[in-house]
Protein backbone atom coordinates (compact mmCIF):
# COMPACT_ATOMS: atom_id res chain seq x y z
CA UNK A 1 0.00 0.00 0.00
CA UNK A 2 3.17 2.45 0.86
CA UNK A 3 4.73 1.27 -2.43
CA UNK A 4 1.47 2.51 -4.31
CA UNK A 5 0.81 5.46 -2.37
CA UNK A 6 4.65 6.43 -2.88
CA UNK A 7 4.42 5.61 -6.72
CA UNK A 8 1.15 7.77 -6.92
CA UNK A 9 2.98 10.56 -5.35
CA UNK A 10 5.73 10.19 -7.94
CA UNK A 11 3.66 10.26 -10.87
CA UNK A 12 2.03 13.38 -9.36
CA UNK A 13 5.67 15.14 -8.95
CA UNK A 14 6.48 14.24 -12.63
CA UNK A 15 3.58 15.94 -14.29
CA UNK A 16 3.77 18.84 -12.37
CA UNK A 17 7.80 18.98 -13.37
CA UNK A 18 6.88 18.46 -17.01
CA UNK A 19 4.15 21.55 -17.26
CA UNK A 20 5.67 25.35 -16.77
CA UNK A 21 9.06 25.36 -15.72
CA UNK A 22 9.52 27.20 -12.15
CA UNK A 23 11.83 30.17 -12.64
CA UNK A 24 14.30 31.42 -15.35
CA UNK A 25 18.39 31.22 -14.63
CA UNK A 26 20.72 33.31 -16.42
CA UNK A 27 23.84 32.34 -18.08
CA UNK A 28 26.16 35.58 -17.67
CA UNK A 29 30.09 36.16 -18.33
CA UNK A 30 32.70 37.29 -20.56
CA UNK A 31 32.64 36.02 -24.47
CA UNK A 32 33.67 32.32 -25.16
CA UNK A 33 33.64 31.33 -20.83
CA UNK A 34 31.38 28.57 -22.18
CA UNK A 35 27.66 29.58 -22.00
CA UNK A 36 26.19 27.94 -24.65
CA UNK A 37 28.28 24.79 -24.77
CA UNK A 38 27.14 24.61 -20.68
CA UNK A 39 23.44 25.00 -21.60
CA UNK A 40 24.10 22.39 -24.61
CA UNK A 41 25.36 19.72 -22.09
CA UNK A 42 22.15 20.52 -19.06
CA UNK A 43 19.79 20.78 -21.96
CA UNK A 44 20.71 19.30 -25.15
CA UNK A 45 19.72 22.26 -27.27
CA UNK A 46 22.05 24.57 -29.13
CA UNK A 47 21.03 28.17 -28.39
CA UNK A 48 22.77 29.62 -31.14
CA UNK A 49 21.21 29.33 -34.23
CA UNK A 50 20.91 32.19 -35.91
CA UNK A 51 22.98 32.39 -38.82
CA UNK A 52 25.63 35.14 -37.71
CA UNK A 53 25.71 33.29 -34.31
CA UNK A 54 27.07 29.77 -35.75
CA UNK A 55 29.46 31.94 -38.21
CA UNK A 56 30.90 33.55 -35.61
CA UNK A 57 30.55 31.71 -32.92
CA UNK A 58 29.15 33.80 -30.37
CA UNK A 59 25.61 33.99 -28.98
CA UNK A 60 24.33 37.50 -30.17
CA UNK A 61 20.28 37.06 -29.49
CA UNK A 62 19.02 35.47 -25.98
CA UNK A 63 19.18 31.89 -26.13
CA UNK A 64 16.52 29.78 -24.31
CA UNK A 65 16.07 26.12 -23.31
CA UNK A 66 14.72 24.53 -20.53
CA UNK A 67 16.19 21.30 -18.40
CA UNK A 68 14.74 19.26 -15.31
CA UNK A 69 16.57 18.40 -12.46
CA UNK A 70 16.64 15.08 -11.22
CA UNK A 71 17.70 13.13 -8.55
CA UNK A 72 18.95 9.47 -8.28
CA UNK A 73 17.56 8.25 -4.44
CA UNK A 74 20.39 5.66 -4.01
CA UNK A 75 23.21 7.58 -4.60
CA UNK A 76 24.56 10.35 -2.08
CA UNK A 77 25.97 13.68 -2.40
CA UNK A 78 26.94 15.43 -5.93
CA UNK A 79 26.62 12.06 -7.84
CA UNK A 80 22.89 11.87 -7.30
CA UNK A 81 22.09 15.03 -9.56
CA UNK A 82 21.54 14.65 -12.95
CA UNK A 83 19.66 15.70 -16.07
CA UNK A 84 18.55 12.31 -17.39
CA UNK A 85 15.54 9.65 -16.38
CA UNK A 86 17.94 7.12 -15.54
CA UNK A 87 20.75 7.79 -13.01
CA UNK A 88 24.46 7.04 -14.98
CA UNK A 89 25.72 6.02 -12.13
CA UNK A 90 23.22 2.76 -11.11
CA UNK A 91 20.89 3.02 -13.92
CA UNK A 92 18.09 3.31 -11.45
CA UNK A 93 14.77 5.70 -11.80
CA UNK A 94 15.36 9.43 -10.98
CA UNK A 95 12.79 11.28 -9.25
CA UNK A 96 12.42 15.34 -10.83
CA UNK A 97 12.76 18.32 -8.92
CA UNK A 98 12.62 21.25 -10.58
CA UNK A 99 12.11 22.27 -14.16
CA UNK A 100 14.05 25.48 -15.37
CA UNK A 101 14.18 27.68 -18.13
CA UNK A 102 18.02 29.18 -18.58
CA UNK A 103 18.68 32.33 -20.42
CA UNK A 104 21.36 32.80 -22.87
CA UNK A 105 22.36 36.14 -22.81
CA UNK A 106 25.63 37.18 -25.19
CA UNK A 107 29.19 38.08 -23.46
CA UNK A 108 29.99 39.98 -25.73
CA UNK A 109 30.71 43.97 -25.37
CA UNK A 110 29.19 45.35 -27.89
CA UNK A 111 25.83 43.07 -26.80
CA UNK A 112 25.83 44.86 -23.70
CA UNK A 113 21.91 45.93 -24.16
CA UNK A 114 20.77 42.25 -24.78
CA UNK A 115 22.18 41.56 -21.98
CA UNK A 116 20.60 43.75 -19.79
CA UNK A 117 17.86 43.07 -21.75
CA UNK A 118 17.61 39.62 -20.51
CA UNK A 119 18.75 40.01 -16.62
CA UNK A 120 14.90 41.69 -16.15
CA UNK A 121 13.90 38.18 -16.42
CA UNK A 122 16.46 35.95 -14.20
CA UNK A 123 15.50 34.77 -10.82
CA UNK A 124 19.42 33.56 -10.46
CA UNK A 125 21.97 33.73 -12.26
CA UNK A 126 25.78 31.25 -13.48
CA UNK A 127 28.44 33.61 -13.68
CA UNK A 128 31.08 31.77 -15.97
CA UNK A 129 34.90 32.31 -15.42
CA UNK A 130 37.62 30.70 -17.62
CA UNK A 131 39.89 29.02 -15.71
CA UNK A 132 42.38 29.77 -17.96
CA UNK A 133 41.95 32.83 -17.97
CA UNK A 134 42.54 36.07 -15.61
CA UNK A 135 39.66 36.99 -13.40
CA UNK A 136 37.76 39.43 -13.84
CA UNK A 137 37.55 39.42 -17.82
CA UNK A 138 36.43 43.06 -18.14
CA UNK A 139 32.28 41.28 -19.45
CA UNK A 140 32.66 39.41 -16.13
CA UNK A 141 33.03 42.34 -14.07
CA UNK A 142 30.38 44.03 -16.53
CA UNK A 143 27.51 41.43 -16.02
CA UNK A 144 28.48 40.80 -11.98
CA UNK A 145 27.82 44.95 -11.62
CA UNK A 146 24.39 44.60 -13.95
CA UNK A 147 23.39 41.56 -11.83
CA UNK A 148 23.76 43.35 -8.76
CA UNK A 149 22.56 46.62 -10.08
CA UNK A 150 19.13 44.75 -11.46
CA UNK A 151 18.33 43.54 -8.11
CA UNK A 152 19.63 39.39 -9.00
CA UNK A 153 19.91 38.14 -5.48
CA UNK A 154 20.87 34.45 -6.31
CA UNK A 155 24.17 33.89 -8.28
CA UNK A 156 26.34 30.69 -8.97
CA UNK A 157 30.24 31.22 -9.99
CA UNK A 158 30.94 28.42 -12.76
CA UNK A 159 34.86 27.99 -12.47
CA UNK A 160 34.54 26.26 -16.40
CA UNK A 161 37.61 25.02 -18.24
CA UNK A 162 39.31 23.34 -15.18
CA UNK A 163 40.29 21.11 -18.05
CA UNK A 164 42.38 23.35 -19.92
CA UNK A 165 44.17 24.72 -16.68
CA UNK A 166 47.20 23.41 -14.33
CA UNK A 167 46.37 22.54 -10.75
CA UNK A 168 47.98 25.93 -9.81
CA UNK A 169 46.55 27.95 -12.72
CA UNK A 170 43.03 26.84 -11.46
CA UNK A 171 43.63 27.44 -7.88
CA UNK A 172 45.67 31.22 -8.51
CA UNK A 173 42.48 31.37 -11.54
CA UNK A 174 39.94 30.42 -8.28
CA UNK A 175 42.05 32.75 -5.36
CA UNK A 176 41.44 35.78 -8.02
CA UNK A 177 37.63 35.13 -8.28
CA UNK A 178 37.29 35.37 -4.61
CA UNK A 179 39.07 38.44 -4.57
CA UNK A 180 36.38 40.10 -7.42
CA UNK A 181 33.94 38.71 -5.33
CA UNK A 182 35.11 40.45 -2.33
CA UNK A 183 33.28 43.78 -1.09
CA UNK A 184 29.76 43.11 -3.85
CA UNK A 185 26.55 41.36 -3.12
CA UNK A 186 27.64 37.95 -3.79
CA UNK A 187 30.77 37.72 -1.63
CA UNK A 188 29.58 34.39 -0.18
CA UNK A 189 28.73 33.12 -3.70
CA UNK A 190 29.64 29.13 -4.25
CA UNK A 191 32.24 28.47 -6.74
CA UNK A 192 31.76 25.35 -8.55
CA UNK A 193 34.46 23.92 -10.97
CA UNK A 194 33.47 22.38 -14.32
CA UNK A 195 34.60 21.65 -17.62
CA UNK A 196 31.88 21.64 -19.71
CA UNK A 197 33.10 20.17 -22.86
CA UNK A 198 33.81 17.35 -20.87
CA UNK A 199 30.62 17.04 -18.63
CA UNK A 200 32.79 17.24 -15.56
CA UNK A 201 31.24 18.73 -12.41
CA UNK A 202 27.26 18.95 -13.90
CA UNK A 203 26.41 16.82 -10.39
CA UNK A 204 27.71 19.77 -8.49
CA UNK A 205 26.61 21.93 -10.42
CA UNK A 206 22.94 21.36 -10.51
CA UNK A 207 23.50 20.47 -6.41
CA UNK A 208 24.37 24.02 -6.28
CA UNK A 209 21.34 25.37 -8.08
CA UNK A 210 19.05 23.29 -6.41
CA UNK A 211 20.25 24.48 -2.74
CA UNK A 212 21.28 28.33 -3.44
CA UNK A 213 18.50 29.50 -6.40
CA UNK A 214 15.00 28.75 -4.78
CA UNK A 215 12.04 29.15 -6.48
CA UNK A 216 10.72 32.48 -5.85
CA UNK A 217 7.26 33.35 -4.45
CA UNK A 218 4.85 34.07 -7.19
CA UNK A 219 1.54 36.10 -7.33
CA UNK A 220 -0.67 34.69 -9.58
CA UNK A 221 -3.54 37.00 -8.01
CA UNK A 222 -2.39 39.94 -9.54
CA UNK A 223 -2.75 41.49 -12.77
CA UNK A 224 -0.85 39.57 -15.36
CA UNK A 225 2.43 41.65 -16.83
CA UNK A 226 4.42 40.04 -19.09
CA UNK A 227 7.69 41.19 -20.67
CA UNK A 228 8.84 40.28 -23.88
CA UNK A 229 12.26 39.11 -24.63
CA UNK A 230 11.79 37.76 -28.20
CA UNK A 231 9.61 38.31 -30.74
CA UNK A 232 9.17 36.71 -34.28
CA UNK A 233 7.34 34.88 -36.79
CA UNK A 234 7.28 30.68 -37.28
CA UNK A 235 5.74 30.43 -40.62
CA UNK A 236 8.03 29.06 -43.12
CA UNK A 237 8.50 30.87 -46.87
CA UNK A 238 6.03 29.35 -49.02
CA UNK A 239 3.18 28.71 -46.28
CA UNK A 240 -0.59 28.77 -47.82
CA UNK A 241 -2.63 31.15 -46.09
CA UNK A 242 -4.98 28.83 -44.91
CA UNK A 243 -2.00 27.53 -42.85
CA UNK A 244 -0.37 30.55 -41.45
CA UNK A 245 -0.43 31.57 -37.88
CA UNK A 246 0.27 34.62 -35.92
CA UNK A 247 3.37 36.01 -34.12
CA UNK A 248 5.11 34.45 -31.26
CA UNK A 249 6.06 36.50 -28.08
CA UNK A 250 8.47 35.08 -25.93
CA UNK A 251 9.04 36.19 -22.34
CA UNK A 252 8.58 35.82 -18.81
CA UNK A 253 5.53 36.23 -16.57
CA UNK A 254 6.23 38.74 -13.84
CA UNK A 255 2.77 38.14 -12.08
CA UNK A 256 -0.74 36.93 -12.74
CA UNK A 257 -1.99 34.56 -15.54
CA UNK A 258 -2.48 34.67 -18.81
CA UNK A 259 -4.78 32.29 -20.15
CA UNK A 260 -5.87 30.90 -23.90
CA UNK A 261 -8.54 33.41 -25.92
CA UNK A 262 -7.69 36.31 -23.58
CA UNK A 263 -7.62 39.51 -25.08
CA UNK A 264 -4.54 41.13 -24.37
CA UNK A 265 -3.08 44.57 -24.97
CA UNK A 266 0.64 44.56 -25.83
CA UNK A 267 2.11 48.13 -24.93
CA UNK A 268 3.98 50.82 -26.25
CA UNK A 269 2.60 48.60 -29.36
CA UNK A 270 3.87 49.75 -32.65
CA UNK A 271 4.81 53.16 -34.32
CA UNK A 272 2.16 54.48 -36.81
CA UNK A 273 2.45 58.31 -38.89
CA UNK A 274 -0.54 60.31 -38.02
CA UNK A 275 -0.12 64.33 -39.30
CA UNK A 276 3.19 63.81 -39.92
CA UNK A 277 4.18 62.68 -36.96
CA UNK A 278 5.19 59.62 -35.54
CA UNK A 279 3.23 58.31 -32.87
CA UNK A 280 3.05 55.26 -30.74
CA UNK A 281 -0.05 52.93 -30.32
CA UNK A 282 -1.18 50.21 -28.40
CA UNK A 283 -1.81 46.16 -29.99
CA UNK A 284 -4.96 44.64 -29.19
CA UNK A 285 -4.51 40.74 -30.19
CA UNK A 286 -5.91 37.24 -28.50
CA UNK A 287 -4.05 34.59 -27.13
CA UNK A 288 -4.32 31.55 -29.58
CA UNK A 289 -2.23 29.59 -27.57
CA UNK A 290 0.31 28.94 -24.51
CA UNK A 291 3.74 27.13 -24.56
CA UNK A 292 5.99 26.59 -21.73
CA UNK A 293 8.59 24.07 -21.30
CA UNK A 294 7.94 22.21 -24.86
CA UNK A 295 4.32 21.54 -23.89
CA UNK A 296 1.25 23.59 -25.13
CA UNK A 297 -1.21 24.44 -21.83
CA UNK A 298 -4.30 26.07 -21.35
CA UNK A 299 -2.84 28.93 -18.96
CA UNK A 300 0.60 30.02 -17.72
CA UNK A 301 1.41 31.90 -14.56
CA UNK A 302 4.95 33.46 -12.89
CA UNK A 303 7.68 31.29 -13.84
CA UNK A 304 9.82 30.21 -16.43
CA UNK A 305 9.91 31.26 -20.14
CA UNK A 306 6.36 31.22 -22.50
CA UNK A 307 5.45 31.61 -25.76
CA UNK A 308 2.67 33.02 -27.04
CA UNK A 309 0.94 32.55 -30.18
CA UNK A 310 -1.18 35.83 -31.18
CA UNK A 311 -3.62 36.49 -34.16
CA UNK A 312 -1.13 39.28 -34.72
CA UNK A 313 -0.04 39.58 -38.24
CA UNK A 314 3.45 38.01 -38.32
CA UNK A 315 5.21 40.69 -39.93
CA UNK A 316 4.43 42.93 -36.63
CA UNK A 317 6.65 40.71 -34.39
CA UNK A 318 9.07 39.28 -37.02
CA UNK A 319 12.80 39.89 -36.21
CA UNK A 320 12.27 40.73 -32.85
CA UNK A 321 10.14 43.81 -33.20
CA UNK A 322 7.93 43.59 -30.52
CA UNK A 323 11.14 42.91 -27.63
CA UNK A 324 11.09 45.54 -24.68
CA UNK A 325 7.08 45.71 -25.07
CA UNK A 326 5.03 44.53 -22.20
CA UNK A 327 1.70 42.55 -22.47
CA UNK A 328 -1.21 42.76 -20.06
CA UNK A 329 -5.02 42.79 -19.98
CA UNK A 330 -6.81 45.58 -22.06
CA UNK A 331 -6.53 48.78 -19.73
CA UNK A 332 -4.58 47.36 -16.74
CA UNK A 333 -1.05 47.77 -18.06
CA UNK A 334 1.84 49.97 -16.80
CA UNK A 335 2.05 53.79 -17.99
CA UNK A 336 4.24 54.35 -21.06
CA UNK A 337 6.33 57.16 -21.42
CA UNK A 338 8.15 59.15 -23.80
CA UNK A 339 10.31 61.26 -21.81
CA UNK A 340 11.74 59.52 -18.29
CA UNK A 341 12.77 61.77 -15.22
CA UNK A 342 15.14 59.51 -12.97
CA UNK A 343 16.84 59.68 -9.69
CA UNK A 344 20.22 58.81 -11.07
CA UNK A 345 22.93 56.49 -8.95
CA UNK A 346 26.36 56.28 -10.47
CA UNK A 347 29.02 54.24 -10.01
CA UNK A 348 32.16 55.33 -9.26
CA UNK A 349 34.40 53.87 -11.61
CA UNK A 350 33.41 53.12 -15.09
CA UNK A 351 32.62 48.99 -15.97
CA UNK A 352 33.64 46.98 -19.01
CA UNK A 353 36.80 48.70 -19.72
CA UNK A 354 39.91 47.74 -18.86
CA UNK A 355 41.50 51.07 -18.31
CA UNK A 356 39.68 51.95 -14.55
CA UNK A 357 37.80 55.19 -15.76
CA UNK A 358 36.32 57.46 -13.50
CA UNK A 359 32.66 57.87 -14.41
CA UNK A 360 32.16 61.52 -14.90
CA UNK A 361 28.72 62.91 -14.23
CA UNK A 362 25.99 63.28 -17.09
CA UNK A 363 25.40 66.27 -19.18
CA UNK A 364 23.37 68.00 -21.17
CA UNK A 365 22.01 66.90 -24.79
CA UNK A 366 24.44 63.45 -23.91
CA UNK A 367 23.27 60.13 -25.19
CA UNK A 368 22.22 57.58 -22.88
CA UNK A 369 21.41 53.44 -23.24
CA UNK A 370 18.39 52.51 -20.70
CA UNK A 371 17.41 49.76 -20.26
CA UNK A 372 13.99 49.00 -18.38
CA UNK A 373 12.50 46.20 -18.19
CA UNK A 374 13.44 43.77 -21.15
CA UNK A 375 13.43 47.41 -23.65
CA UNK A 376 16.44 49.16 -24.54
CA UNK A 377 15.83 52.55 -25.75
CA UNK A 378 18.37 55.59 -25.94
CA UNK A 379 17.57 59.02 -23.75
CA UNK A 380 18.51 62.18 -24.81
CA UNK A 381 19.55 64.18 -21.93
CA UNK A 382 17.02 67.85 -21.90
CA UNK A 383 17.31 68.50 -18.09
CA UNK A 384 19.82 68.82 -15.25
CA UNK A 385 18.64 68.63 -11.83
CA UNK A 386 20.82 67.33 -8.72
CA UNK A 387 20.94 63.69 -8.71
CA UNK A 388 18.02 63.80 -11.62
CA UNK A 389 17.76 63.72 -15.01
CA UNK A 390 15.21 64.14 -17.92
CA UNK A 391 15.51 62.24 -20.66
CA UNK A 392 13.82 61.99 -23.96
CA UNK A 393 13.47 58.57 -24.94
CA UNK A 394 13.77 57.40 -29.00
CA UNK A 395 11.66 54.13 -28.41
CA UNK A 396 8.87 54.77 -25.57
CA UNK A 397 8.81 52.47 -22.92
CA UNK A 398 6.14 51.02 -20.42
CA UNK A 399 7.10 50.67 -17.30
CA UNK A 400 5.83 51.57 -13.65
CA UNK A 401 7.20 54.54 -11.64
CA UNK A 402 9.96 53.34 -9.58
CA UNK A 403 11.44 51.01 -11.63
CA UNK A 404 14.49 50.27 -11.68
CA UNK A 405 16.58 51.74 -15.15
CA UNK A 406 20.10 50.47 -15.87
CA UNK A 407 22.30 53.71 -17.43
CA UNK A 408 25.23 52.87 -19.91
CA UNK A 409 27.29 55.87 -21.58
CA UNK A 410 28.95 55.72 -25.15
CA UNK A 411 32.58 55.18 -24.32
CA UNK A 412 34.87 55.02 -27.53
CA UNK A 413 32.74 53.05 -29.71
CA UNK A 414 30.52 50.91 -27.05
CA UNK A 415 28.07 51.90 -24.51
CA UNK A 416 29.69 51.11 -21.19
CA UNK A 417 28.10 50.73 -17.77
CA UNK A 418 28.03 53.91 -15.57
CA UNK A 419 24.80 53.65 -13.05
CA UNK A 420 20.80 53.20 -12.57
CA UNK A 421 18.24 55.12 -11.87
CA UNK A 422 14.51 55.09 -10.75
CA UNK A 423 11.47 56.74 -12.29
CA UNK A 424 10.41 59.58 -10.84
CA UNK A 425 6.54 60.45 -11.61
CA UNK A 426 6.73 64.19 -12.51
Known sequence: MARKKKDEQQQELQ????????????????????????????????????????KR???????????????????????????????PVDGSETIPLRKVSFVDAPGHES?????????????????????????????????????????????IIIQNKVDLASGEQALENYRQIKEFLKGTDFENAPVVPI?????????????????????????????????????????????THGKMVGGVLGGSLKQGTLKVNDMVEIRPGRTLVE???????????????LNSGGINLEEVGPGGSVGVLTSLDPSIVKSDQLTGSVVGLPGKLPKVWNELILDVHL??????????LSVEPIKMSESLMLNVNSAATVG????????????RLKLPVCADAGQRVTISRRIGNRFRLIGYGEIVEK
Open 195 to 239: SAQHRVGLGYLIKAIEESIPTPARDSGKEPIMLVARSFDINKPGI
Open 15 to 54: EEVKAQPALNIGMVGHVDHGKTTLLERLSGKWTDTHSEEL
Open 380 to 391: IVIELKKNKIKC
Open 111 to 155: LMATMLSGATIMDGALLLVAANEECPQPQTREHLMALQIIGVKHV
Open 57 to 87: GITIRLGYADVIFRKCEKCEGARAYTTKEKC
Open 275 to 289: KNQQVWKPLATRIVS
Open 347 to 356: LQRVVGTKEG
